[in-house]
C-alpha cells in the first residue's frame, strides 16, 4: 500500500535548502554593516512582499524563481498603493535578497564598464534616447560582466540574458525585458554611428503552422470550398444540407480548421498527393496520424481548439464523405475521445473573478469611467488623454451595453447608433452581426451620450482622420479596431486602476449577476439582454448566483429561529 506524504504543493519544485524570507529578515537584523534605516527598508520590503503574497515570511521561499511570477501578478491597485510605492517596496525586496546573500550584489555601476561598453554607453546618453538606455541598460551590464565584447554579441546571448532574469532578478516580466532589450539593440544599431552593424533576429512567438494555401492539393482545396458554400448558403431541399446558414465567423473557423488539419497530415509526413480530398482527412489511419502531431506539439495536453477541430472533422466525416462502415466505427471513437463535451453553466475561473468583485470593488469599478474621463479632461498629453477618453467610453458602454467583444470593437457610429431627438440614442447591433441572430436593444444614459459626441469632435488628428464613421478606429481609419486589442486595453486599464482581473466578455456575466441579484428568476430579462437563443442557456449559465443567495437565506432563517431560543 502507498503511503501519502503531505507536503506544500505551492513549494514542490523549491529545494528544501532554500532559506525563507524569515530568514532573510533575521540576517538582516543581524547585518552589523547596515543603518538602522537601511535595515528597516529592506526588512519592511520582504514584509510588504509577504503581507501581498498572504503568507508569513516563514512560508515563503527566498527563491526568485518562485518569487518573480507571485510578484509579477500584484497589482498596486489592489494592494492600495501607488505604483511607485509598490516599485519601492519590489526594489527594497531585491535588495534585501542581495543583502541576505540570495541574489548576486551589484558588483559594478555602468561607470565602471570597461573601454568599449563605456563608449557605446556613452552614445546611448548622448542621443537621450530614453527608450534605448531603459531597455540596454541592464542587457550593456551582463554582457560587460560575461567578458562579451560587442562585436561579439549574438541571438545566444540574449537567451542567456533571460535565464540570468529568472534565476537572479525579481522583475515583473524576464521574457518581456530581454525582447525588450533585443529591440533597442537593433534600434541603436541602426541609429547610432557608433554601435556595431549586428541584428539580432527575434525568435517566432507565433505557433502557426498553417502552410500555405498554394502548397496544399488543388482538389483538396476545392472541395473545401465547395463545403464552405455549402454552410454559408445551405440549400433548403437539400437533405444533407445545414437547417441554417453558419455565420460568417463559424465559416473561417470551419475554414482555418479544415487546412490547419491538412497541413498538419503533410508536416507529419504524408505526400500531399495523398490528399486528393476531405475523405483523405477523416480516414481513420490519416485521421490518427495527424492527431497525434498535433497533440506531440501540445505536449500530449488536449485543448479546446483541438476538441473544436475534431467536431469539424467529425462533422465531415458524418455528412460530406462516404466512409465504411467500419472506418465510420473508428473514427467515432477517436471523436469520443477528443471531443470535449458541451460545457453547461459559467467557468470556475470565471466564477472566482465575480466572487472578487465584492461590493466595495464594484463601486470602483463602476466609477472607473467617470474617472478616467475627468483624468482625460485635465492631462496636458492630448494623444494619451484621447487614448484615456476612448477606454472610459468602452468600459462604460459595456456596463449598460453587455455586447460582445467583436461586436463593441465594430460599432459605427451611423449605422449602429439610432438619435430619437432629445438626446436619446438607442444602441443596437444588426441581427446579421449578432451571434445568435438576436440583436438586443439597449438606450444610452444621456452623460455617456454627451462624452461619445465630444470625445468624436476631437479625436480628429489624434486618434484617426477626420470623418472617421467608427467609434474605435484603427489609426488610418478606414477599419475598426481588432477585438482583441481593444479587450486588451480595457483589461489591462481595469487591472492598473483596480487591481481587478476582468476581461471584456465577464461584463456579460457581471451585468446577469446584479440583475438576478435585484430581481430573483429573471432569466428571461438576462436572456433578452445578452441575447441568448434559449433561456435554458441563460439557466444553467447564472443558476449560481441565486444559489449563493438561498444559502445566505438559509443562515439568515436559521439564525433567527436560534435568536427566538434565546
Same mark, same amino acid.
Given at each position: 500500500m502507498l503511503t501519502k506524504h503531505a507536503f506544500n504543493i505551492d513549494t514542490a519544485f523549491v529545494s528544501r535548502e532554500t532559506p525563507s524570507l524569515a530568514t532573510c529578515i533575521a540576517r538582516l537584523n543581524e547585518d552589523a554593516g547596515l543603518s538602522s534605516d537601511r535595515k528597516r527598508d529592506l526588512v519592511s520590503g520582504l514584509t510588504r512582499i509577504s503581507e501581498a503574497l498572504g503568507k508569513d515570511p516563514a512560508q515563503i521561499p527566498a527563491d526568485p524563481t518562485w518569487l518573480q511570477p507571485r510578484i509579477a501578478a500584484l497589482s498596486p491597485a489592489r494592494l492600495g498603493v501607488t505604483p511607485k510605492k509598490f516599485a519601492n517596496i519590489v526594489s527594497n525586496a531585491k535588495a534585501a535578497l542581495a543583502q541576505s546573500g540570495i541574489t548576486p550584489k551589484r558588483t559594478r555601476s555602468l561607470a565602471d564598464l570597461r573601454p568599449e561598453w563605456r563608449r557605446l554607453w556613452e552614445a546611448l546618453l548622448a542621443s537621450k534616447n530614453h527608450t534605448l538606455t531603459r531597455g540596454l541598460g541592464r542587457?550593456?551590464?551582463?554582457?560587460?560582466?560575461? *567578458?562579451?565584447?560587442?562585436?561579439?554579441?549574438? %541571438?545566444?546571448?540574449?537567451?542567456?540574458?533571460?535565464?540570468?532574469?529568472?534565476?537572479?532578478?525579481?522583475?515583473?516580466?524576464?521574457?518581456?525585458?530581454?525582447?525588450?532589450?533585443?529591440?533597442? !539593440?537593433? +534600434?541603436?544599431?541602426?541609429?547610432?554611428?557608433? !554601435?556595431? @552593424?549586428?541584428? %539580432?533576429?527575434?525568435?517566432? +512567438?507565433?505557433?502557426?503552422?498553417?502552410?500555405?494555401?498554394?502548397?496544399?492539393?488543388?482538389?483538396l482545396t476545392a472541395e473545401i470550398t465547395t463545403l464552405l458554400a455549402r454552410l454559408a448558403d445551405p440549400d433548403p431541399l437539400d437533405p444533407e444540407s445545414y437547417r441554417r446558414a453558419l455565420a460568417p465567423d463559424t465559416v473561417d473557423s470551419r475554414r482555418g480548421q479544415l487546412l490547419r488539419f491538412a497541413s498538419a497530415l503533410i508536416l507529419s509526413g504524408l505526400k500531399p498527393s495523398d490528399l486528393s480530398g476531405l475523405i483523405d482527412l477523416v480516414t481513420p489511419a490519416h485521421l490518427e496520424q495527424g492527431l497525434r502531431w498535433i497533440l506531440a506539439r501540445q505536449g500530449d495536453q488536449l485543448s479546446p481548439s483541438l476538441s473544436n477541430m475534431c467536431l469539424c472533422l467529425r462533422m465531415v466525416a458524418r455528412h460530406v464523405v462516404r466512409l465504411s462502415d467500419d472506418d465510420q466505427a473508428r473514427v467515432e471513437k477517436i471523436f469520443s475521445k477528443l471531443? @470535449?463535451?458541451?460545457r453547461r453553466g459559467m467557468t470556475a475561473k470565471n466564477r472566482d473573478r465575480l466572487r472578487s468583485i465584492?461590493? *466595495?470593488?464594484?463601486?470602483?469599478?463602476?466609477?472607473?469611467?467617470?474617472?478616467? !474621463? $475627468?483624468?482625460?479632461?485635465? %492631462?496636458?498629453?492630448?494623444?494619451?488623454?484621447?487614448?484615456?477618453?476612448?477606454? $472610459?467610453?468602452?468600459?462604460?458602454?459595456?456596463?449598460?451595453?453587455?455586447? +460582445?467583444?467583436?461586436?463593441?470593437?465594430?460599432?459605427?457610429?451611423?449605422? *449602429?447608433?439610432?438619435?430619437?431627438? @432629445?438626446?436619446?440614442?438607442?444602441?443596437?447591433?444588426?441581427?446579421? +452581426?449578432?451571434?445568435?441572430?438576436?440583436?438586443?436593444?439597449?438606450?444610452?444614459?444621456?452623460?455617456?451620450?454627451? !462624452?461619445?459626441n465630444r470625445h468624436v469632435a476631437h479625436r480628429a488628428g489624434l486618434l484617426c482622420p477626420a470623418g472617421t464613421p467608427f467609434l474605435f478606429p484603427k489609426r488610418h481609419?478606414? $477599419?475598426?479596431?481588432?477585438?482583441?486589442?481593444?479587450?486588451?486595453?480595457?483589461?489591462?486599464?481595469?487591472?492598473?486602476?483596480?487591481?481587478? $482581473?476582468?476581461?471584456?466578455h465577464l461584463f456579460r456575466h457581471l451585468s446577469a449577476r446584479e440583475i438576478l441579484r435585484e430581481k430573483p428568476g429573471y432569466y428571461e430579462v438576462v436572456r433578452r439582454i445578452l441575447g441568448h437563443s434559449e433561456t435554458s442557456t441563460t439557466y444553467a449559465a447564472y443558476v449560481g448566483f441565486e444559489a449563493d443567495d438561498a444559502t445566505r437565506l438559509?443562515? *439568515?432563517v436559521i439564525n433567527r429561529q436560534r435568536g427566538k431560543d434565546k
Open positions: 542587457f550593456i551590464r551582463f554582457l560587460d560582466i560575461n *567578458d562579451v565584447a560587442p562585436d561579439d554579441v549574438c %541571438l545566444a546571448h540574449i537567451d542567456n540574458y533571460r535565464e540570468a532574469l529568472v534565476c537572479n532578478a525579481l522583475r515583473k516580466d524576464p521574457a518581456e525585458s530581454t525582447i525588450q532589450a533585443l529591440y533597442a !539593440w537593433n +534600434r541603436a544599431a541602426r541609429l547610432l554611428p557608433v !554601435w556595431p @552593424k549586428i541584428t %539580432l533576429v527575434a525568435p517566432k +512567438r507565433s505557433r502557426n503552422y498553417v502552410l500555405p494555401t498554394a502548397d496544399l492539393p488543388a482538389s471531443i @470535449k463535451p458541451q465584492d461590493e *466595495d470593488n464594484l463601486v470602483r469599478l463602476y466609477t472607473l469611467p467617470d474617472c478616467l !474621463w $475627468a483624468r482625460a479632461a485635465v %492631462l496636458q498629453q492630448p494623444y494619451k488623454a484621447a487614448l484615456i477618453a476612448e477606454e $472610459a467610453i468602452a468600459i462604460a458602454i459595456l456596463f449598460y451595453c453587455p455586447i +460582445r467583444r467583436k461586436n463593441l470593437s465594430q460599432l459605427h457610429l451611423e449605422r *449602429d447608433f439610432q438619435r430619437l431627438g @432629445k438626446g436619446r440614442v438607442l444602441l443596437q447591433i444588426s441581427e446579421s +452581426r449578432a451571434k445568435n441572430g438576436i440583436a438586443p436593444c439597449f438606450e444610452l444614459p444621456s452623460y455617456l451620450v454627451e !462624452w461619445i481609419g478606414s $477599419a475598426p479596431i481588432i477585438g482583441g486589442q481593444l479587450g486588451s486595453r480595457i483589461s489591462a486599464r481595469i487591472r492598473k486602476e483596480t487591481g481587478l $482581473a476582468i476581461n471584456s438559509l443562515a *439568515d
